[in-house]
C-alpha cells in the first residue's frame, strides 16, 4: 500500500474477504451459506495503511465473524433474519450494506481507494465514485494477486496439510479400483476419503474413465465402468481450512499398451525435469518452456499447452500461473501445482500433477506419492 501509495485497500470479492479475514464465505467453505447469499448480503474488508482492518458483515452472521474471524472491528448492517441476542450484544442495524460500507469508507478520508473493479458491481462502484469526489479509485485485483502468490508460514502449513490429506484420499482411491467399479462409486469414495482425512471440501474431484471420458477436461462423474486396458485419470483438488492442494495421477488397467507407456513417460520426464530446476531466480516461462521442449521431444512435436502449472491458495488458480509468456521469476514462499497433461481421445487422459514449495534455496515437493504410472 506504501509502494501504490493506497490509503485504504478494500477486500469485496469471497476468495479475498476469507484471504484477509479468514471467515468462511467462498464457494469452497464447509458451509457455503455466506457464498450463497454474497450478492444480497455481501462481506467487505477495509484495510487502512495505518493498520486498521474492519470488517463488515449482515448481521445476522455476527456470531460466526466472532467464532472465525480475527479482525475485532466488526461492523454489521440490516439483514431479513430475526435473532434474539442477549442484552448488550449488537442489536440489528437498521442501515443498507452499502450505506454502512460509504460511511466506513469516508470516516478515513482516503485520497486513495484501491477496490476490486472486476468484482464489485457497477450500483455500489457508482455510489462510492459519488460519495468520495475526491478521491482516486484504483484497482484493488493485481495487489490481491501479488499479495496471495508468497505465502506465510500458516498459508503454508495450511497447504501442507491439504497436500497430505489429499494424497491419502487418492491413494484410497486408487486401491479401490478394479474392473466394474464406476466413475461415480470411485468419486464417491474419493470425497468421503477427503473428509474423513480432515479435509474441508474439494474443488474438483475429476475421474475420467477411457478413450472418451479420459481426454474430456470437465467429465463429470458417470456410471461408466472400468474395464480393461482403460487409463484413468485422476485430478484433484482438495482443501484444508480454505487452503488448496491440486494434484493428479494416472492409473493404467492391465493390458497397458506401448502407446500409453510412452505417453505417460513423456508427462512424468517433464514433470520431474521441471520439478528438478525450480528455484528462486528461475523465470516461470523458462519452466513452460522446459516442459513443453520434452513433451514434443519424447512424444509429439506437435504437443502445445497454454499453463503447465498454476499457484494454488485460496483458490485453485491463484498467481503465478506457468505459461510461455511469465517472466515473474520464482520466490521463496510460492506455492505451484505443476503438472504437463496430455489428452487423446481413443486412448485417455495422462497426467501427474505435485504441489511445489519454493524455499530459500530450491523447492519441496509437498506430495509424497508416486509419480510412477499405477498399473492395476
Same mark, same amino acid.
Given at each position: 500500500?506504501?509502494?501504490?501509495?493506497?490509503?485504504?485497500?478494500?477486500?469485496?470479492?469471497?476468495?479475498?474477504?476469507?484471504?484477509?479475514?479468514?471467515?468462511?464465505?467462498?464457494?469452497?467453505?464447509? $458451509?457455503?451459506?455466506?457464498?450463497?447469499?454474497?450478492?444480497?448480503?455481501?462481506?467487505?474488508?477495509?484495510?487502512?495503511?495505518?493498520?486498521?482492518?474492519?470488517?463488515?458483515?449482515?448481521?445476522?452472521?455476527?456470531?460466526?465473524?466472532?467464532?472465525?474471524?480475527?479482525?475485532?472491528?466488526?461492523?454489521? =448492517?440490516?439483514?431479513?433474519?430475526?435473532?434474539?441476542?442477549?442484552? /448488550?450484544?449488537?442489536?440489528?442495524?437498521?442501515?443498507?450494506?452499502?450505506?454502512?460500507?460509504?460511511?466506513?469508507?469516508?470516516?478515513?478520508? %482516503?485520497?486513495?481507494?484501491?477496490?476490486?473493479?472486476?468484482?464489485?458491481?457497477?450500483?455500489? &462502484?457508482?455510489?462510492?465514485?459519488?460519495?468520495?469526489? /475526491?478521491?482516486?479509485?484504483?484497482?484493488?485485483?493485481?495487489?490481491?494477486?501479488?499479495?496471495?502468490?508468497?505465502?506465510?508460514?500458516?498459508?503454508?502449513?495450511?497447504?501442507?496439510?491439504?497436500?497430505?490429506?489429499? /494424497?491419502?484420499?487418492?491413494?484410497?482411491?486408487?486401491?479401490?479400483?478394479?474392473?466394474?467399479?464406476?466413475?461415480?462409486?470411485?468419486?464417491?469414495?474419493?470425497?468421503?476419503?477427503?473428509?474423513?482425512?480432515?479435509?474441508?471440501?474439494? &474443488?474438483?474431484?475429476?475421474?475420467?474413465?477411457? %478413450?472418451? $471420458?479420459?481426454?474430456?477436461?470437465? $467429465?463429470?462423474?458417470?456410471?461408466?465402468?472400468?474395464?480393461?486396458?482403460?487409463?484413468?485419470?485422476?485430478?484433484?483438488?482438495?482443501? =484444508?481450512?480454505?487452503?488448496?492442494?491440486?494434484?493428479?495421477?494416472?492409473?493404467?488397467?492391465?493390458?497397458?499398451?506401448?502407446?500409453?507407456?510412452?505417453?505417460?513417460?513423456?508427462?512424468?520426464?517433464?514433470?520431474?525435469?521441471?520439478?528438478?530446476?525450480?528455484?528462486?531466480?528461475?523465470?516461470?516461462?523458462?519452466?513452460?518452456?522446459?516442459?513443453?521442449?520434452?513433451?514434443?521431444?519424447?512424444?509429439?512435436?506437435? =504437443?502445445?499447452?497454454?499453463?503447465?502449472? &498454476?499457484?494454488?491458495?485460496?483458490?485453485?488458480?491463484?498467481?503465478?500461473?506457468?505459461?510461455?509468456?511469465?517472466?515473474?521469476?520464482?520466490? %521463496? /514462499?510460492?506455492?505451484?501445482?505443476?503438472?504437463?497433461?496430455?489428452?487423446?481421445?481413443?486412448?485417455?487422459?495422462?497426467?501427474?500433477?505435485?504441489?511445489?514449495?519454493?524455499?530459500?534455496?530450491?523447492?519441496?515437493?509437498?506430495?509424497?506419492?508416486?509419480?510412477?504410472?499405477?498399473?492395476?
Amino acid at each position: 500500500m506504501d509502494r501504490e501509495n493506497v490509503d485504504i485497500l478494500l477486500a469485496s470479492s469471497p476468495a479475498n474477504v476469507f484471504y484477509i479475514s479468514d471467515i468462511p464465505c467462498t464457494c469452497t467453505a464447509p $458451509n457455503r451459506l455466506l457464498f450463497t447469499v454474497f450478492q444480497a448480503s455481501p462481506v467487505f474488508c477495509v484495510l487502512t495503511r495505518t493498520g486498521a482492518f474492519k470488517l463488515i458483515i449482515t448481521n445476522s452472521a455476527l456470531e460466526l465473524a466472532s467464532k472465525s474471524c480475527w479482525i475485532n472491528d466488526i461492523i454489521t =448492517y440490516k439483514t431479513g433474519t430475526y435473532i434474539v441476542r442477549p442484552q /448488550g450484544v449488537s442489536t440489528q442495524n437498521q442501515r443498507l450494506s452499502s450505506d454502512v460500507l460509504i460511511e466506513t469508507l469516508k470516516e478515513n478520508k %482516503p485520497k486513495v481507494l484501491a477496490l476490486e473493479k472486476p468484482v464489485l458491481n457497477y450500483e455500489l &462502484h457508482e455510489k462510492i465514485r459519488k460519495s468520495l469526489p /475526491g478521491t482516486k479509485l484504483i484497482d484493488a485485483s493485481p495487489l490481491f494477486k501479488e499479495l496471495r502468490m508468497i505465502k506465510t508460514t500458516e498459508e503454508i502449513r495450511r497447504v501442507k496439510e491439504a497436500t497430505r490429506i489429499l /494424497g491419502s484420499a487418492t491413494m484410497k482411491t486408487i486401491n479401490s479400483i478394479e474392473k466394474g467399479i464406476t466413475e461415480l462409486e470411485l468419486d464417491n469414495i474419493l470425497k468421503t476419503a477427503i473428509l474423513c482425512e480432515g479435509g474441508d471440501s474439494w &474443488h474438483q474431484t475429476t475421474i475420467a474413465t477411457g %478413450p472418451e $471420458n479420459g481426454p474430456d477436461i470437465f $467429465n463429470q462423474a458417470s456410471k461408466r465402468k472400468i474395464v480393461s486396458g482403460d487409463i484413468i485419470r485422476l485430478d484433484i483438488g482438495c482443501l =484444508y481450512q480454505g487452503y488448496t492442494a491440486d494434484n493428479a495421477r494416472t492409473v493404467a488397467v492391465k493390458p497397458v499398451t506401448r502407446e500409453a507407456e510412452k505417453i505417460y513417460d513423456a508427462v512424468k520426464e517433464a514433470t520431474d525435469r521441471a520439478i528438478d530446476v525450480m528455484k528462486p531466480g528461475i523465470k516461470i516461462c523458462e519452466i513452460h518452456q522446459l516442459i513443453t521442449d520434452i513433451v514434443k521431444q519424447k512424444y509429439d512435436v506437435n =504437443y502445445t499447452r497454454g499453463n503447465v502449472g &498454476h499457484g494454488v491458495g485460496v483458490e485453485l488458480y491463484d498467481n503465478p500461473e506457468v505459461t510461455a509468456n511469465n517472466e515473474q521469476k520464482l520466490l %521463496p /514462499g510460492m506455492t505451484i501445482s505443476i503438472e504437463a497433461p496430455y489428452h487423446k481421445l481413443g486412448i485417455g487422459g495422462f497426467i501427474v500433477e505435485d504441489s511445489i514449495l519454493i524455499t530459500d534455496k530450491g523447492c519441496e515437493d509437498l506430495t509424497t506419492m508416486s509419480r510412477e504410472l499405477f498399473v492395476v
